[in-house]
Every structure is written in C-alpha cells, then in structure tokens.
C-alpha cells in the first residue's frame, strides 16, 4: 500500500525545498490530482506548462506535461524560464484551458513550486484547490500508482516571449504617451525577465541597460526578492546619477521595485499610490481599487479625492484577483510588489507594471515629479515589515486573536479592529498594525503604518514585545 504525500495550496499555490519536499514524485502528483479535478469539474483539453528559472524547474515542467499527456490532453511547454504573468496572459490569450506554472516566486533558491492557473489567467482560488488536495486525500492509491511508472514525453514548446512583448507595449502605448527619454537600469536578477522589460521599454523609446542578465538557479547568491539588500548595485548606480530609473523583479517577475534618482528605492506601498492615483486622474478608475490588508492605506486618501471605493481583503493576489474578476474593482495591488489591472489579466504583473509606470513617468516629466505630486497631495506613509520565524504561525494567530486584538488595541488612539486575515488595528491618527501568519513560509510577519517612521518603529516593537509575552505563556 503506497503511503499518502502530504501538501498544502498555500497563498500562491504549493511551494517546498528542492529535494526535500518539494521532489519528482510530489510534482507527478499534483498534476495528477490536478488535471482530475479540472477535468471532472470544468473539463480540460489544452495545457500550457511553464517554469522559471530555478534548479530542477525545466525537469519538473517536464514531469507535469508527461502526466498531461497520458491524460490525453493536448499540452506545450515553454522553451526558456518565463515569467509566471506572461505564462498566465499567453495560456488565457491561446485558449488554454488550464496554465501550470513551476516557480517559488519570491523564496529563496533551494524552494520551488506548484502553481495553478486558471483559463481567465488567474491564480486558481482556494474552493478549487481546496477540493484538488481533498480528491488526492481520497485518491491518493490511484493517484500515487498511476504516476510511479511515469515516461517523460517529448513535448512541443513555444516562446511566448514576442507575443507578449508586443502586446504590453501596445496597451500601455494607448493609455500613455511617452515624451521624455529616460537612462534605465534593469536588474532581472538572473531570472524570468530578463530580456522581457528591457525590450518593452526600449520600445518606448528609452535607453536601457540590464544588469545579472544570465539565467542563475542560485540568483547570485541572494533571494530573487527585489528588496534593497538582493539589488544594491541597482540601487548604488540610480542613487549616483547615473541613470534616471532602475527596475528590478523577482524570480517569477510578477512584483516589481523601482528606485529613483532623488527618492531611491520604492517599495510597493510607494509604487501603487503613483498608479492609482495617475489612473485615477486619467479616468481609468470608475468603480472601485482593491488593496489587501497589509498594502498602504495612502490609496484609501486617493479613494477619497476621487470618489470610489476602497475593497479591502485578505493578503494574496488571488483575493485581488477575485474582487476584479466580480466587477468590484478596476485595479488592485499587495504590499508585496504586485498590481493588478482589469484590463490586463487579473494576476500581479511586475513587466507590465514597469511599462506603464516608465510611460506614465515619460508623459508626465519624470518618476521623481510623479512621487513629489502624490506625496504633495496626500502625504507620505511610512511602512515596515519584521518577519519572525514561527512554524504554525497562523494558528499562534488564531488561538490567540482575542488577547492580540485587546493588546494591539491600546496602542493608539480610536481603534478600528479588522480580522480578514490575521489581526489588524487601525487607530485615529492614520497609523495601522497588523500580525499574520505567512502562508508561503514559516513565518509570522508583522507589519506598520504610519505617518512617521518613529511612530512606525514604535508600533513594530510593541507588537513584538506582545507576541513574545504570548510565547512565553
């Protein structure tokens, strides 16, 4: 009798060490599982796979067209690591009825990852993936039997990469007209974008020069996570006057960080404010943005100006997702690097992002005049994050919301409790904490708003003094 595997579709599908957790047979697996589910549920006749560029993630691509071929299905392959909002625009786009993408996204090297996407280009929601681990829990003999004696296909493949490049340039080209030429430096961190955002923005007239251009399982030997410590080179050559922009993306390219000559490096919660509010001005925005619990609440201010409703919901993209996909919402984004737009498909898109940014920033006379006037309009938010290392962290979270919400609460003046996804308190002076567990990691982050940074930091400590008082209980 074979033994049950055990896996779990975190906030961005299932993700685990190479090797480790994360093998051959667990890949077979989840595509076994999958492919049932969808074809019982919604039926499924085309696949497109596709993987990043991380170690094993071409073997393990292989591996998920091998099983979709023994179910019958017509598959292709990408032929190169492809980022996972391109995988997802040219699997909608070709009528694939499902895109499997193999990526850990943002997670250090020695992870990767199972991701499922759906034929409107959206990360498949938890109803589905929910039900994918429930069939293999009661499958699991079949399932398990069926993939052990597993031949590796040959399989076709294709290069999305063309299809894609034109059609962001022409989208953005028809919102955004570009004026000034501006001296960009990209850094695609040896992973999916490189040659993607370079070819967009020399398109639209920009002189552009890319940095770490070779594909690298081990990313340098840093994080594929765009944050300032893994891009200092990028940071160093745009805050010398060097170059007027630098765009990097992480591993998977669906976040984006920009730095600016005069502001340096931009975090999300400085980049969505930017485009919400140009957008906004622009018409685009009608109904509604979408921003998840832990994303700047400075959209909340532009929300205002403008007329239109803020839906605020749990931390991931698919939640984004689901809020544009009801009609809610024109655009959205996460603090974590991602923006969403109804007219594009609704996943987190950090290429896409970056065209439309350098556009906008090209019509309106620069990145740094485009900061200045929304920070003009409606102040500057400061913002951190401090993840703690904690297995089970969103159940620490729930077993202890009661005392959480009390003791977070007297931090401030007027709290606002809110419990969509974890704990979070908004008080009267615009400040903000929140504490949650991480889905994609063993982690339990906790993250601050305010308008000062001393207000920020004081926030952050006491919220880390709260959680270590419950440890020790």
């Given at each position: ?37 969808w ?29 979709a ?6 598959v ?10 391109t ?14 993408q ?83 430096i ?58 007027d ?23 999300a ?9 140009r ?70 898109d ?45 159940k ?16 401030g ?23 949650r567990?991480?889905g ?12 000062s ?21």
């Amino acid at each position: 009798m074979s033994s049950k595997l055990t896996f779990h579709f975190g906030t961005d599908g299932v993700r685990g060490v190479i090797d480790e957790e994360f093998t051959d047979f667990l890949v077979a697996v989840l595509a076994e599982s999958t492919f049932r589910y969808w074809s019982s549920k919604y039926g499924l006749h085309k696949v497109f796979v596709s993987f990043d560029a991380r170690r094993k993630s071409r073997d393990f691509a292989h591996i998920v067209a091998s099983v979709a071929v023994n179910h019958g299905l017509d598959v292709v392959m990408v032929n190169k690591p492809t980022p996972t909002p391109t995988a997802a625009w040219f699997g909608s786009r070709f009528g694939f009825d499902l895109t499997i993408q193999i990526t850990a996204s943002h997670n250090p090297p020695i992870y990767n990852g199972f991701k499922v996407i759906t034929n409107k280009g959206s990360p498949a929601q938890e109803e589905d993936t929910d039900e994918i681990e429930r069939l293999y829990s009661n499958e699991y003999e079949d399932i398990n039997r069926s993939v052990k004696t597993l031949e590796l296909r040959p399989i076709p493949t294709v290069d999305p990469a063309p299809e894609y490049i034109n059609y962001v340039y022409e989208s953005v080209i028809k919102m955004f007209k570009p004026r000034s030429r501006f001296k960009i430096i990209i850094d695609p961190i040896y992973a999916t974008s490189i040659g993607y955002t370079s070819e967009v923005l020399r398109r639209l007239g920009m002189e552009v020069t890319e940095i770490h251009n070779n594909y690298d399982p081990s990313f340098g030997g840093r994080d594929p996570n765009p944050e300032p410590q893994n891009i200092p080179e990028l940071i160093q050559e745009v805050t010398a006057g060097k170059y007027d922009i630098g765009i990097s993306h992480d591993g998977d390219s669906d976040r984006i960080a920009l730095v600016d000559r005069v502001h340096g490096y931009l975090s999300a919660n400085d980049i969505l404010p930017i485009v919400v509010e140009r957008l906004a001005s622009a018409s685009m925005i009608k109904r509604g943005i979408v921003r998840t619990v832990s994303t700047t609440h400075i959209l909340d201010n532009i929300a205002a100006k403008y007329g239109f409703k803020v839906v605020e919901v749990p931390v991931g993209v698919k939640y984004v997702a689901r809020a544009i996909l009801s009609g809610e919402a024109d655009m959205g984004g996460e603090e974590s690097g991602g923006l969403v737009y109804s007219w594009h498909i609704p996943d987190k898109d950090g290429i896409y992002t970056a065209s439309l940014i350098v556009a906008m920033a090209s019509e309106y006379g620069g990145l740094t005049n485009l900061i200045s006037d929304v920070r003009s309009k409606y102040g500057r938010a400061y913002f951190k994050r401090v993840d703690l290392d904690m297995r089970n962290s969103k159940k620490f979270v729930s077993d202890n919301r009661e005392t959480l919400l009390k003791m977070l609460s007297s931090l401030g003046p007027s709290p606002r409790p809110i419990t969509i996804d974890g704990v979070k308190v908004v008080f009267g002076d615009g400040s903000w904490i929140l504490i949650r567990g991480s889905g994609t990691e063993p982690k339990l982050r906790i993250y601050s708003e305010a308008l000062s940074m001393g207000r920020v930091e004081e926030l952050i400590n006491n919220a880390i003094d709260i959680v270590n008082k419950l440890l020790r209980q």
